[in-house]
């Protein structure tokens, strides 16, 4: 039986309608629809929520756009590029954004479906105008962001003064851009992407172009190499010998951005706040020292394994910080040293003990490092891959260095320093787009006032989480994952084992393997392989394990035949420190309405319960797990209370690092000196 509804203001009122029944007013933001029996396609709105009249407002795009297709469908690319430029020049000649965002919109949706063969669905369109609208589109793994971000990439570079997108890797960077290509062409939009170890001359090419894509790193260190030129030039630091000569001087180098007008971050959480405690830093040519601290990191690392803990040092497990006792004092005090130490302090040769501890009880190879060409290179927990260029702080890295036999590069002078929050901030308009902002949307607001909007879906999600699984000890959980992995494969279906490190992943590989498991490894050692592996993994009988490699950005395409058995078969074989990174892998199946399903596998010595709980509770649970010989009931919720306080934690450490930020860079004005430049070493 059909029935008439009106959308009111009363804010408990939930209707659940057919997208594509659904007609809104913009201006009034309500909505009318008639709802049969038989809903496939779902659209949900909260009457008088401030989410649901944005979204009613917006929704009023649709039909318009719709409407404009018939005409654009019948037109020649030569026109439909002619089209395009009539846009550019009415943007430029003052005409709002807003007013051109139907036509704008309809332009990009028949250059997707000409040369893509990828129609704008109605939800990406919507998707698109709260983008534009300077909010933080939530939608759902597998929704299409991609092609989603070129509508309000589009409008906004038909201005001319230049449109980013950030996200969160040059793979993606590069991958993303090379595939929406075409459809910029096709409307006479020029395309650049930042690489790097890119040359300076082709990041000036790629930013001059409307549409550059790049990641969040690369951007911030060209914001600051183009700030300190402009300094060298400002203070006339000019070769005029050279420039009689014919040489090049400092004046004739030229910045490679323009002015930070409009801004893009794909995956928008994982850069605005997992990245946000990285500040961006471009040393300094280092001081007299390197030498002395050379010799002191590398005995301190000898020294540090004749150290015992509650004996020599104390572990503070919260705030993971290394005390020494007296006992550990006395023996520093005793054990023979380089010459070089003998002109530092003893308080800082303590000091380069302790942090040579703490780096050997939490810097683990092959899990926050991989040792590459005789360098240390990080591997980055939120994304499994390898932070290039990044460094750790504080005397940590040269501490690692120290303790892998690498040659120690030494903490430098600062000669410049922005964080990503900072960066960000400082583009005139700031928007993003991810599948699991919800949980952090209020961090979002309150820094980067962006509103977190989320977005309907375009089919309805069928995915089907099993049931939990908690063992005792990580020995038996393993056991358990081979089972499940096996169990799945003889069905054919493709499996997915998500794993949070790079030696993780090889206990898994080594454990199939030893079942007769054929299968394929994706971590930081096989990026080069990445493509390949990800185009394959959704094929009947496909295994593969992975870390977070495999979680953003990655689309998993179902093989011919793998539906019918159920779909892609997720195995998530731990809690990360962030419930949005388990999402993001759990995302990997029942994409666009396709069948999957997921299951969690949890053991009383995982190492979010000791980072959670601390040390006493951990070593309690642990206890207990030894004693247990199978499947465990009841401490599912020990896990999550765990993981929502370790992120709670990582909420209070950025709001802290936020405002020292803020207290120094005041400091730096109130001293005329520019806080980006003039930084302590």
């Not at 393997?513 to 971590?523: F, I, S």
């Not at 390949?532 to 979680?551: C, D, F, L, Q, R």
């Not at 596998?601 to 601390?614: A, H, Q, T, Y």
């Amino acid at each position: 039986m059909a029935t008439d509804v009106a959308l009111s203001r009363r804010p408990t009122v939930v209707y659940t309608i057919p997208f594509s029944q659904l007609q809104f007013d913009p201006l009034s933001a309500l909505a009318v629809a008639t709802i049969p029996q038989g809903i496939t396609r779902n659209f949900q709105v909260v009457a008088g929520s401030p989410t649901g009249r944005l979204l009613a407002r917006w929704a009023g795009y649709v039909p318009a756009i719709a409407a404009r297709e018939p005409e654009l469908t019948g037109l020649s690319d030569f026109d439909l590029r002619k089209e395009s430029l009539s846009l550019r020049y009415r943007a430029r000649s003052g005409e709002s954004l807003d007013r051109l965002l139907v036509e704008a919109f309809a332009l990009v949706r028949e250059a997707g479906r000409r040369k893509l063969g990828m129609r704008h669905f109605d939800v990406q369109l919507l998707g698109g105008a709260a983008v534009h609208h300077r909010s933080i589109a939530e939608m759902q793994t597998g929704e299409g962001k991609t092609l989603t971000a070129t509508l309000p990439m589009y409008l906004a570079a038909l201005e001319g003064k230049g449109a980013h997108l950030a996200t969160v890797n040059d793979y993606l960077a590069k991958r993303d851009a090379d595939w929406m290509r075409p459809l910029y062409e096709a409307l006479g939009m020029s395309v650049g992407v930042i690489q790097g170890q890119q040359p300076q001359n082709d990041r000036r090419k790629a930013y001059a172009c409307d549409v550059t894509y790049g990641t969040a790193n690369e951007m911030g260190f060209d914001f600051l190499r183009d700030r300190l030129l402009k300094r060298r030039i400002d203070e006339g630091n000019r070769d005029l010998f050279g420039e009689m000569l014919g040489g090049e001087s400092v004046s004739s180098e030229k910045p490679v951005q323009r002015d930070l007008q409009y801004m893009l971050v794909d995956e928008a959480d994982s850069i605005l706040i997992d990245e946000a405690r990285t500040p961006l830093i471009i040393s300094a040519l280092p001081g007299e020292d390197e030498k002395i601290a050379s010799e002191a990191y590398s005995w301190a690392a000898e020294m540090a394994p004749r150290f015992e803990e509650d004996v020599h040092y104390e572990y503070d497990h919260k705030e993971r910080r290394v005390d020494l006792e007296l006992d550990g004092r006395r023996l520093v005090r005793e054990l023979p040293k380089p010459a070089a130490t003998d002109k530092l302090p003893l308080s800082t040769i303590y000091e380069y003990i302790e942090r040579a501890i703490k780096v050997k009880r939490e810097m683990i190879l092959d899990r926050h490092y991989v040792v590459r060409d005789g360098e240390i290179v990080i591997v980055d927990e939120f994304t499994g891959r390898m932070a290039e260029g990044r460094k750790w702080r504080a005397g940590i890295h040269q501490a690692v260095e120290a303790q892998e036999g690498v040659e120690v590069t030494f903490e430098t002078n600062q000669a410049a320093r922005i964080t990503i929050q900072d960066l960000f901030l400082r583009y005139e308009r700031l928007t993003g787009m991810t599948g699991t902002a919800s949980t952090s949307a209020r961090e979002l607001r309150k820094i980067y006032k962006v509103h977190v909007v989320p977005i309907p879906t375009n089919r309805p999600p069928i995915r089907k989480q099993l049931d939990t699984e908690v063992y005792g000890t990580a020995e038996q959980k393993w056991v358990a994952i081979v089972e499940d992995v096996a169990a799945e494969h003889e069905k054919g279906r493709p499996v997915l084992v998500g794993t949070r490190s790079i030696d993780k992943s090889e206990i898994v590989s080594r454990l199939l393997e030893a079942r007769g498991l054929e299968h394929t490894v994706l971590n930081a050692r096989h990026v080069a392989m990445e493509a390949e592996i990800v185009a394959h993994a959704g094929e009947i009988g496909k295994i593969t394990v992975a870390t977070n490699m495999a979680g953003r950005g990655t689309d998993i395409k179902l093989g011919p035949g793998v539906e019918e058995r159920g779909g892609l078969h997720v195995v998530c074989t731990e809690l990360h420190e962030s419930q949005r990174i388990d999402r993001q892998l759990i995302g990997r199946c029942g994409r666009q309405g396709d069948p999957g399903t997921y299951r969690q596998f949890l053991s009383l010595d995982d190492e979010i319960l000791l980072m959670g709980l601390g040390p006493k509770k951990y070593k309690a649970l642990v206890a207990t797990g030894e004693k247990s010989s199978g499947k465990l009931n009841g401490y599912e919720s020990t896990f999550y209370r765990a993981q929502h306080k370790v992120e709670r934690k990582h909420f209070r450490d950025r709001k802290v690092m936020l405002y020292f930020e803020k207290e120094r860079q005041k400091m730096q004005r109130q001293m005329s000196q520019d806080p980006y430049l003039d930084t302590a070493g």
